[in-house]
């Protein structure tokens, strides 16, 4: 059975740089490990940017309020398997500019989030550009610089995953 979901992902901007959590699926430690934006699941009747303001305040303690929330500057619908279960998640990318970089804590993180994130790093355009780690999605350091640099009209839709 594939569980269907929806996400929502924060792109949280300071600078040329942009937060992501680095992660591994416990139910298969041997799978490796990769870089996501924070963000997770929208629940049942929650707009997308109140499950963002959510998951970012659980996955990095950052408080954000709705008019910082910028539009979804990607989406993309993922399929992957993760603790041993199907998914296939509408995902909307939000940018968010921060100005300055922050110290992120893990005192919010959940049983899940805890078995499963392993740290946070702030990444300049240059070294997502560069790395040779895996990052979800593939896509993310264009999606990066489409957010810093152009007046993006409408959302990059990115090939599933």
């Known amino acids: 059975m594939v569980?269907?979901?929806?996400?929502?992902?924060?792109l949280l901007l300071a600078g040329r740089s942009v937060l992501l959590l680095h992660g591994h699926d416990p139910g298969r430690p041997?799978?490796?490990t990769w870089w996501i934006a924070?963000?997770?699941g929208i629940e049942p009747g929650e707009a997308p940017e109140a499950a963002l303001v959510r998951e970012v305040s659980e996955e990095t303690g950052l408080q954000l309020t709705a008019d910082q929330i910028g539009p979804v500057?990607?989406?993309r619908l993922a399929?992957?398997?993760f603790e041993r279960r199907s998914y296939r998640q509408a995902e909307?990318?939000?940018?968010i500019s921060l100005g300055d970089q922050f110290a992120p804590v893990q005192s919010g993180w959940d049983d899940l989030e805890r078995r499963s994130l392993l740290d946070h790093r702030w990444w300049t355009l240059t070294d997502?550009?560069?790395t040779s780690e895996t990052v979800y999605p593939a896509e993310l350091s264009a999606v990066v610089a489409a957010a810093l640099d152009t007046d993006l009209r409408e959302p990059i839709r990115l090939g599933p995953s």
Do not use: K
């Open 92 to 95: 909307s990318f939000f940018a």
């Open 73 to 75: 500057v990607a989406t």
């Open 30 to 32: 041997d799978s490796g």
């Open 3 to 10: 569980i269907e979901r929806r996400a929502a992902r924060a």
């Open 79 to 81: 399929r992957f398997e």
């Open 128 to 130: 997502l550009a560069a």
């Open 38 to 40: 924070p963000g997770g």
